[in-house]
């Protein structure tokens, strides 16, 4: 998710053009560090975090049941993330709704008086500030179920701490 924020969202217009140029070089070198980042670094960070926890709280269960076990704080962490970037698109295309319903078929109608005065829309303080609650209330949610699945809050600190990091990310690509 935050990766493909990253290309969507992101301040780098090299890297959008590298995503669009498929088969050229440029190309190849994004997919593979697009692929690097989305199943190397974040899985990695998760991991050690799930690692970190289990060290922490003493717990003898192998790697591969605590990453089942704790998978259950990114579930509302990458929900609210997947909203937020959603709301980026949504209040951009707001503009469509009325002229669409003006003229639904296309065909030249004036339903409502709006046809052919769509706007493009921009980011405005509202979606700003919406994305903002959205990524804050998944880090909370998150941080809610990592301290429920773990026996103590020191347990539960390294999965709260991997959260937080996505949500700054995420929030520093959708606001910044």
Known sequence: MLVDAAVFLGPWGQLKAAAYAIGSPSWFIFSGVFLFAALGVFPGLYILAVWISGLVGGIKTALRQSLAQYSQVLVPLGLMAWIAFTVSFAFTKSGYILPVISDPLGWGWNLIGMSGKAWVGQASSFSLLLQVVLLAGGLFWASRVARRITASARQA?????????FSLGMLWLLVG
């Open 157 to 165: 600190a390294p999965l709260i701490a991997f959260s937080g990091i």
